[in-house]
């Protein structure tokens, strides 16, 4: 853990013995004076020493952590902004470590400085200063800007040092986000047993305040799923595989009961995916397979637009009417404002197609471009009710073509990346069932992302990044072994540590 440790030796002894000797002093002086407000100043040193000697440790808190952090509007109203606490803190926090770590000339640095992906991440993260620039509304975009920047740091380039360099090992940082996750479950599961289990109009309002709504909590749900059921699969010891099938089952039930149709679909095209690695399909009939469908919508979409418009089925707390209103874009009200969001993003889009209106500024810009005859309950001319509901559509409006281009193919590759690595770890390995998992839990996103779009909360966006990160870890890991054998996977140290 040289990388690790260097952060140690960069901040030195004597600064953390004057630290000790101050909050002594400190706090002397507090107690002395009877001046309890200010008893938080020593408490604030005791987290900077945390801070300093366990960043391991540091990292996993905020781990733990992110799934229970609460808006700072639950605490103080009429701010104008909020942050999600105390999560967004440590990730502010965490930055500086992260440039001392981008400071040293380790190994890891140098291979990861030349990978496509990163390559991508710098221009996609420079297109969207460009268009800061260019911004109807600049301070709002530099927010999102630099927000941006941060969640690269700290959610995508620390876990690959740390997972690279087994200072944290995979397991734990998802057992650790499952710790607080749980908490969050049973929690909401408890709250709708009080006000109705089988209620969905309950189920929208129970994960508050940790979610902002049912959709987020759900896709965070869809991603968990698919790597928690591979945790279950690769586990031999009784208790620990039984543990993750109890984990597994409570995540499916708790998806299920969030009503939220979106998880629902992303968590089938994920099966779906699964499957055809399962069955070994090559790839170009995949491709052709999805050509031809592509090409039977459009021949058949008169058909199909009919049969959309004659669907009335309202969604409700009926399994199989819910899942049937997912076609009505008619008289349910969640579809039809979607499809409002949507045709604002494409307005938009049409006006400023090149540099987009600036990063986050979405739902401040969105209402003049509303369709009178999709507007609905939901809608408002305020900017108060939220974003595009789709990364793609949302990002296309903000920033333009060039930054959705560059997201895409930062998507692209890091599922060619994943697959091209599954397939040269040994089979029926650990490792090789963990890698499909996570890929699949990336499929649950990148296809919610066209329903829905949450990678602006880092705790949805800590398990997407994340992923990614232990993808690229093991690539680092196993970067000198020949591409067209299968890498040596003894008991994955992953999943043991």
Not at 471 to 484: A, C, D, E, T, V
Request: aromatic share 16%; charged share 15%; proline share 4%.
């Amino acid at each position: 853990m040289p990388i690790v440790q260097s952060i140690k030796s960069f901040f030195g002894s004597k600064p953390v013995l004057i630290a000790s000797i101050l909050f002594v002093l400190i706090n002397a002086l507090l107690v002395a004076t009877e001046k309890s407000l200010f008893i938080v100043v020593p408490v604030f040193f005791i987290f900077l020493l945390f801070y300093i000697w366990f960043p391991n440790r540091f990292y996993k808190l905020y781990l733990l952590l992110s799934p229970l952090s609460i808006p700072l509007s639950e605490y103080v109203q009429g701010l104008p902004f909020d942050l999600w606490m105390p999560s967004e803190l440590f990730i502010v926090a965490l930055a500086p470590l992260v440039f001392i770590m981008l400071s040293k000339s380790s190994i890891e640095n140098r291979w990861f400085s030349w990978q496509p992906v990163l390559l991508v991440i710098y221009f996609f993260l420079g297109w969207l200063l460009v268009a800061t620039i260019n911004s109807t509304m600049p301070v709002v975009s530099a927010k999102y800007l630099v927000l941006k920047v941060l969640y690269f740091m700290v959610l995508f380039y620390l876990p690959f040092i740390l997972f690279s360099s087994d200072a944290v090992s995979f397991k734990k940082f998802l057992g650790f986000y499952l710790v607080g996750m749980s908490a969050v479950i049973l929690i909401t599961l408890w709250k709708q047993w009080e006000r109705g289990l089988f209620d969905k109009f309950v189920a929208h309002g129970t994960c508050n305040p940790f979610f902002t709504d049912h959709t987020s909590y759900a896709a965070t749900l869809a991603l968990l799923i698919p790597v928690v059921i591979s945790f279950a699969v690769v586990s031999k010891k009784g208790l620990l595989k039984w543990l993750n099938i109890a984990l597994s089952l409570i995540l499916i039930v708790a998806l299920v009961l969030s009503y939220t149709r979106a998880a629902w679909l992303s968590l089938i095209v994920a099966g779906g995916v699964g499957i055809i690695w399962w069955l070994k399909i090559r790839f170009r009939y995949v491709v052709a397979l999805a050509v031809v469908f592509i090409a039977s919508l459009g021949y058949f979409q008169d058909d199909i637009v009919v049969w959309l418009n004659q669907n009335r089925t309202a969604s409700s707390g009926d399994l199989r009417k819910h899942i049937s209103s997912i076609a009505n874009i008619r008289t349910d009200e969640s579809n039809v404002e979607r499809l409002n969001r949507w045709t604002s993003a494409i307005r938009m889009f049409e006006e400023k197609p090149v540099f987009g209106w600036g990063p986050g500024t979405y739902m401040f810009q969105y209402a003049p471009f509303q369709a009178s005859y999709l507007k609905t309950r939901e809608s408002s001319n305020l900017g108060l009710k939220g974003n595009a509901h789709s990364e793609y559509l949302g990002l296309l409006a903000d920033a333009g073509i060039p930054a959705v281009v560059a997201f895409i193919l930062i998507i692209v590759i890091v599922f060619y990346d994943g697959f091209n690595l599954a397939l040269r770890l040994k089979k029926k390995s650990q490792e090789r069932t963990i890698v499909v998992g996570v890929l699949l839990g990336w499929v649950t996103y990148v296809s919610h992302g066209f329903l829905n779009n949450f990678l602006d909360m880092d705790k949805v966006a800590v398990l997407f990044w994340g992923y990614a990160a232990y993808i690229y870890s093991l690539k680092f890991r196993y970067r000198n072994s020949k591409p067209n054998s299968e890498m040596s996977s003894k008991t994955c140290s992953d999943v043991r540590s």
